[in-house]
Nanobody, 123 residues
Framework: VHVVESGGGLVQAGGSLRLSCTASGPTFKPFAMGWFRQAPGKEREFVAASIWSVNRTSFADSVKGRFTISKDTAKNTIYLQMNSLNAEDTAVYYC?????????????????WGQGTQVTVSS
């Protein structure tokens, strides 16, 4: 299974970015996909995730109301729309996919990971 993110970049504070992620593999269908991020000197943290087959999405408190998730289940693709970005959102954003397990706010249990895409917010 290959997980590939795109859409990172440099943006000014208050701006927006949209990240995309596709998970591909023979007959692969994710149970859930999500986003995590890691800022320099910090541990990887949960950002947002969605269970594929039902309309259940979860967001970290720090991004709630600013970030939204959409998905194209036919293409195994998840999007992260990030609005009102601030310097604290600067990090490498990782996309992950899992094939089982209802816990979607923890990195543990996500079996497949992308290589990450850098998001830098200038103040």
């Amino acid at each position: 299974v290959h997980v590939v993110e795109s859409g990172g970049g440099l943006v000014q504070a208050g701006g927006s970015l949209r990240l995309s992620c596709t998970a591909s593999g023979p007959t692969f269908k994710p149970f859930a996909m999500g986003w995590f991020r890691q800022a320099p000197g910090k541990e990887r943290e949960f950002v947002a995730a969605s269970i594929w087959s039902v309309n259940r999405t979860s967001f970290a408190d720090s991004v709630k109301g600013r970030f939204t998730i959409s998905k194209d289940t036919a293409k195994n693709t998840i999007y992260l729309q990030m609005n009102s970005l601030n310097a604290e959102d600067t990090a490498v954003y990782y996309c992950a996919a899992k094939i089982r397990g209802l816990v979607i706010r923890s990195a543990e249990g996500f079996q497949y990971w992308g290589q990450g895409t850098q998001v830098t917010v200038s103040s």
